[in-house]
DNA sequence: TTCCGACAGTGGGGTCGCAAT
DNA sequence: ATTGCGACCCCACTATCGGAA
């Protein structure tokens, strides 16, 4: 199969917005694709590589070279260039990877090497991925579209359930099942904006502690374990603690779904970011654990003694994870019934003040929806707000190109000046998209094509979650998932927040803003 | 007809590891 | 030794479509 016909279904894709005809369009090139062609041509379409990640970036797909006249390039030879190129590897590694993008794009067509380096850069934009690809082969394979997802999260990936789907049709998807050893999609949370909300939302639910730390699917067969990351990735090697607690458990054929953290010597959680540098860390492993031992803590269970357990409700699934997992091995809970909203506000204040990031409320009756944001899991977080100063914005890109997108924030110093604490281009809408872009243009003072700095003149006011420790900016911190909630057109730059109060909110000290180094864990960490 | 769930898009900061400088 | 880049961790929010109410 050429890549011409599915870099313009791509294209054609892209160009219309109802759903329901990218679906039409991606099944019909389904139809058409060879038994050989499935496992490359779905994944291309969904806009990923079945390679994965191949070690090249933006910066090996500048300066493209001239297109090809004709169209000539298989999916096969494609593919078979993305696997040299995942194999490459030691010395010289990064010309070698440049020379095969090369040699790959001359031979495409203008058409084929947009497809390509969209393709590449993970920024296809056609408005289809997983999702929209599920439901395109339920309809190619007269499958149920509950049953295709369902499959997908069970292997982990829409690749296999694709192949086997169009060679053998429908019947196959009861071939996946939830197997010890191979990691399932976890199922995720939605947001709310209060306990009281997200109780009243679910009716009888468990409130339970949301910890900061890395989200772990723990398998054990047997002897073996093995523990992977949010997407799948395996991180066994890196945390022989949770492998030694799994080994530790009275069964042996059982999977959990939990998060590790890290706690200091009085038992509060250390910063997100140490732990996050711990469970990176594939180096000298032993050591990296003397220096952050990480605790696994758990809140669901998908599977024991070899049974999946993945359709019960919560409240069976926790009766399952009560029976194998002791308590200081799972996360901490109230289970509220019928609207009580006093007891699940006082859980989630006691959880904040044992240093924790907030809650999640779950729906007791809810299945594990793996691979979905499900209503059923709501997260509730405490939220700081600021009003800084807006010193420059970026110009956006896709949908927001020609539009000021990109803000950097300033906290105001006493001297009058501007101390850059982040960026966020979060919270706006295109009308306020459209409005800050005028009003930025009004005041810039520069332009690089890039970045326009403006007078600092413009307060905005930016939800955070809260402070972390940074080398990038001059303060030593910046805001955590800053977002934009209104731009405060009633106030002046003078009236903006100052660095000593952001500092002094989150016990770092006032003053000057060279003080905020803490030297390590030895300070209060940010909330 | 209106409401709302699910999805895609638009990017944020940090950290590690590797290759290039 | 330092710098740049890519891969992965954490993540919020809005616009849109299309089925449910």
Request: glycine share 12%; proline share 6%; net charge neutral.
């Amino acid at each position: 199969m050429l890549l011409a016909p599915l870099a313009h279904v791509s294209r054609e894709v892209a160009g219309v917005s109802a759903r329901s005809r990218k679906i039409s369009l991606l099944a019909g090139l389904f139809r058409t694709a060879g038994p050989d062609d499935v496992p490359v041509v779905i994944p291309y379409l969904a806009g990923r590589l079945p390679q994965g990640r191949i070690g090249v970036g933006w910066n090996a797909l500048k300066d493209p070279p001239p297109p090809a006249g004709r169209a000539t390039l298989t999916v096969h030879r494609v593919d078979d260039t993305f696997t040299a190129l995942a194999a490459v590897a030691g010395p010289g590694a990064q010309g070698e990877r440049r020379r095969l993008v090369r040699e790959l794009l001359g031979a495409a067509t203008e058409e084929e090497q947009r497809f390509l380096v969209g393709l590449i850069s993970g920024e296809i934009r056609q408005g289809a991925l997983d999702a929209v690809a599920v439901e395109a082969l339920a309809e190619t394979s007269g499958a149920r579209p509950d049953a295709v997802r369902r499959a997908v999260m069970l292997a982990g990936s829409l690749a296999p359930v694709a192949r086997r789907l169009l060679a053998a049709g429908p019947p196959v998807l009861d071939e996946f099942l939830l197997t010890v050893g191979r990691p399932v999609l976890p199922m995720l949370a939605q947001s709310a904006a209060g306990v009281a909300e997200a109780v009243e939302r679910l009716g009888e639910c468990a409130v339970e502690e949301k910890l900061d730390g890395i989200r772990v699917q723990v398998h054990r067969d047997g002897a073996a374990v093995r523990i992977f990351t949010r997407t799948l990735d395996e991180i066994t090697d890196r945390l022989p603690e949770v492998t030694a607690v799994a080994l530790g458990l009275a069964g042996d054929g059982f999977v959990l779904d939990g998060e590790v953290i890290a706690l200091d010597a009085a038992g509060r959680p250390r910063p997100f970011q140490e732990v996050a540098g711990r469970v990176g860390s594939r180096g000298d492993v032993p050591s990296a654990a003397r220096a952050v031992p990480l605790s696994p803590v758990f809140f669901d269970i998908l599977a024991a003694d070899g049974e999946e357990l993945l359709d019960l409700p919560l409240a069976d699934r926790h009766t399952a994870l009560a029976r194998l997992v002791p308590e200081p091995l799972r996360v901490r809970r109230i289970v509220v019934a019928g609207g009580s909203g006093p007891d699940a506000e006082a859980f989630f204040r006691a959880t904040l003040d044992r240093g924790h990031e907030g809650v999640v409320v779950k729906a007791l009756d809810a299945p594990y929806s793996a691979g979905r944001r499900g209503a059923g899991w709501l997260k509730v977080k405490p939220v700081h707000t600021l009003d800084l100063v807006v010193l420059a914005a970026e110009w956006g890109h896709g949908r927001r190109t020609g539009r000021l997108s990109n803000l950097h924030l300033g906290a105001r110093r006493e001297d009058g000046s501007f101390v850059m604490l982040g960026k966020t281009f979060k919270g706006l809408t295109d009308a306020t998209l459209e409005w800050q872009t005028g009003r930025l243009r009004e005041l810039a003072v520069r332009d690089d094509g890039f970045t326009v700095t403006v007078r600092p003149e413009l307060v905005v006011e930016i939800a955070y979650d809260g402070l972390q420790r940074s080398s990038r900016y001059p303060a030593g911190v910046t805001l955590r998932f800053a977002r934009v909630l209104r731009y405060r057109t009633d106030k002046r730059a003078a009236e903006a927040d100052t660095i000593g109060t952001v500092l002094a909110a989150h016990g770092r000290g006032g003053g000057s803003e060279d003080s905020g180094q803490d030297g390590g864990s030895s300070g209060p960490g940010a909330e």
